[in-house]
């Protein structure tokens, strides 16, 4: 007979109190032997564990050995984005691909690279042979960023030469990764519809000379139908999303994987469950739920009083999912301002009004603009904090129609770029080494006891 989850649940409740009375670490230690924790310094700053030229985050600058808040800054290979990103959208380009170019080989590229570099993706964007069918269709899954993992995973077997750590073998892999993993998220995400929720199957094929934003939503929509402020806004989203820094979690694992010569697969599959974390990519869905619950609970969206008492309500534990925190507020390294953030929402608030929806977004303002008051009401802090790119993200995308599922899915598609940035320039460094931290043993010392004696 087969057993369900319930039938062992009196075992596991056994075996929880076992583990509690035989696994506590007291919080001291960590202070006694200075231990790190989050690999972050006492004052919030990341503790230093390597170089890069990819990218750089900018929130803070120190002083006499003091932080001082700054207006963020994000700057891919020497260039500030929000420069990348006007050069482009002042020329009427779409972005994505030419910054996938720049993080890649760290320069921009001219117009006939970049037509080069388009045309290679393009080539790339078809999956291999039965691989939808063997790997998606065959093996659903109710989450799109754990078949994206597994999706990452199986390509190991369709590659002729998988282990091979040239520079021109992870060049190749790496764009293969990003030309296939926009589709491989659409087919999943079509495939959980079909078989989660009941819908028609519907599969598309990436067209020829679309952006990667404009296949994208293509690809995910019925009728194959959107408009070009839509496809314009999804690009700069994902050029956005694309890389920031090297200490992010997910680079991080990357970096960690690469640094012992496994496959690009495997590095690249670890930065995708990380990114699947609520800590990390999955945030944008938690803002969403979370402004759902302000939608549904404040009377008054234009009150301020009304708004930052629902705000304290959730600080409070008493509303929302009770978690104590408000969703897409403050960031590990910005402090009075995200980069991505201020783009963003500055392209937000123009479809916006385009869809007629001026007051859901001016409430998300209120949000952002109340939250940093009510944080030194209810808690007493008095830390600088700002919106971070997570309060925007997920309305934009509901704005455009994209279901929640994709948001971190979405996450990924940009975040590919730079992972395999991390990944080529970890592998490829002259100073490469296995990571490989310490950890300060506190268990103490005991013998063997023979079981009939325990």
Not at 5 to 10: E, I, K, Q, Y
Not at 251 to 280: E, W
Not at 312 to 337: Q, V
């Amino acid at each position: 007979m087969q057993t369900t989850p319930n039938d062992n649940a009196g075992f596991f409740e056994s075996l929880c109190e076992e583990y509690q009375k035989h696994n506590h670490i007291d919080p001291e230690y960590y202070a006694r032997w200075g231990v790190k924790r989050g690999l972050r310094n006492a004052d919030g700053t990341g503790v230093l564990a390597g170089v890069t030229q990819i990218g750089n985050v900018l929130g803070y600058y120190v002083q006499d050995g003091e932080r001082y808040p700054m207006d963020g800054k994000l700057i891919y290979r020497g260039i500030d984005v929000e420069e990348l990103i006007n050069g482009f959208v002042g020329e009427g380009r779409f972005g994505f691909e030419e910054t996938a170019y720049l993080l890649l080989f760290g320069v921009l590229p001219t117009r006939e690279q970049l037509e080069n570099f388009n045309h290679i993706l393009s080539e790339n964007h078809t999956l291999p042979k039965m691989f939808t069918e063997d790997m998606i269709i065959k093996a659903p899954s109710p989450d799109v960023m754990n078949k994206l993992a597994r999706s990452v995973l199986a390509l190991y077997s369709y590659d002729d030469n998988p282990d091979d750590l040239s520079l021109a073998n992870q060049l190749r892999q790496a764009v293969q990764l990003i030309a296939r993993v926009p589709v491989i998220v659409a087919h999943a995400f079509a495939v959980k519809r079909h078989y989660y929720d009941d819908e028609s199957l519907y599969l598309h094929r990436p067209q020829p000379g679309l952006s990667v934003a404009q296949n994208f939503l293509y690809s995910v929509r019925h009728d194959n139908q959107f408009t070009e402020q839509e496809a314009r806004l999804l690009d700069l989203c994902l050029v956005l999303h694309a890389e920031h820094g090297g200490g992010n979690n997910s680079a991080f694992a990357c970096r960690v994987l690469s640094s012992s010569n496994t496959d690009i697969y495997s590095s690249i599959a670890a930065a995708v469950g990380s990114l699947k974390g609520p800590r990390h990519g999955g945030a944008n869905k938690k803002v969403m739920e979370m402004f759902h619950h302000i939608e549904d609970e404040v009377k008054d969206w234009k009150d301020d009083d009304e708004v930052r008492a629902y705000l304290g309500k959730l600080l409070r534990k008493e509303a929302g999912d009770r978690s104590g925190l408000i969703y897409g507020m403050g960031h590990a390294i910005y402090t009075l301002s995200d980069p991505r953030a201020v783009l963003l929402k500055r392209f937000a608030r123009q479809l916006a009004e385009t869809k007629g929806i001026v007051d859901q977004f001016e409430l998300l303002e209120s949000v952002e603009r109340l939250t940093p008051g009510v944080l030194v009401d209810v808690k007493g802090e008095k830390k600088v904090v700002c919106a971070n790119i997570d309060l925007y993200s997920g309305f934009v995308y509901q704005m455009m129609g994209i279901p929640e599922e994709l948001y971190t899915p979405l996450f990924a598609v940009a975040r590919m770029v730079g992972w395999c940035a991390h990944r080529i320039e970890e592998v490829t460094s002259p100073a490469n080494r296995i990571i490989r931290p310490a950890y300060k043993a506190v268990a103490p010392m005991r013998t063997f006891v023979p079981l009939d004696q325990r």
